[in-house]
Every structure is written in C-alpha cells, then in structure tokens.
C-alpha cells in the first residue's frame, strides 16, 4: 500500500480499529463511526463494571 492510498473504514467497533492499526502509516486512514463516544474494548466491559479493571 502506497502512502498516496486513502482508506475510509466505517465503523469504529474493535475490527474497524484493528484494520486501521493494521494500515498504520501506509495509508491515511479515516475511521467513520456512530457513536458518540470514542472506541473502546467490548470484550472488557464486563470487566471494568466488575471493578477489575478502570475504565482507563
Ligand atoms: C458487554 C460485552 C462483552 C463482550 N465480551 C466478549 C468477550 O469476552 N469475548 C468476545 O470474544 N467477545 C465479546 N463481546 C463481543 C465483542 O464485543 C464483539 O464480538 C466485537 O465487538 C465485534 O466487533 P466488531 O468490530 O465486528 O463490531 P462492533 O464492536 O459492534 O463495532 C461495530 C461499530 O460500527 C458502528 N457502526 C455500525 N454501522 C455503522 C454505520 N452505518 N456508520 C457508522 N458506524 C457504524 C457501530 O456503532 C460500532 O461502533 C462482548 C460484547 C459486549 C457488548
């Protein structure tokens, strides 16, 4: 990939974020997402609620 390629990935759930992790530097990646707040790790929610972990 080129640094001259533009990648517009929709969504910013953890795939979207891993793909735009994934291009780095050799793309200019924009993440397009829906919700109002900036992304997190699902997976770890059950987690933090349990008070094992902070939420950051
Ligand atoms: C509380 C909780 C605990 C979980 N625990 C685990 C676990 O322990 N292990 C495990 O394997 N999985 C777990 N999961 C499931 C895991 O979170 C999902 O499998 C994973 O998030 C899927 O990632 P994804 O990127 O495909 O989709 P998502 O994380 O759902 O991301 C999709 C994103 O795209 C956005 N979107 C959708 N349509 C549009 C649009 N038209 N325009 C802009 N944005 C859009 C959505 O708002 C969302 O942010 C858990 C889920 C929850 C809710």
Same mark, same amino acid.
Do not use: D, W
């Given at each position: 990939?080129?640094?001259?390629?533009? *990648?517009? =990935?929709? &969504?910013?759930?953890?795939?979207?974020?891993?793909?735009?992790?994934? !291009?780095?530097?050799?793309? @200019? *990646?924009? =993440?397009? &997402?829906?919700?109002?707040?900036?992304?997190?790790?699902?997976?770890? !929610?059950?987690?933090?609620? @349990?008070?094992?972990?902070?939420?950051?």
């Amino acid at each position: 990939m080129t640094s001259e390629q533009r *990648v517009v =990935v929709i &969504g910013g759930g953890l795939a979207g974020l891993r793909l735009a992790q994934r !291009l780095g530097p050799a793309a @200019a *990646v924009t =993440v397009l &997402g829906e919700e109002s707040h900036v992304p997190y790790n699902r997976v770890l !929610l059950a987690e933090v609620l @349990a008070g094992r972990y902070a939420p950051r």
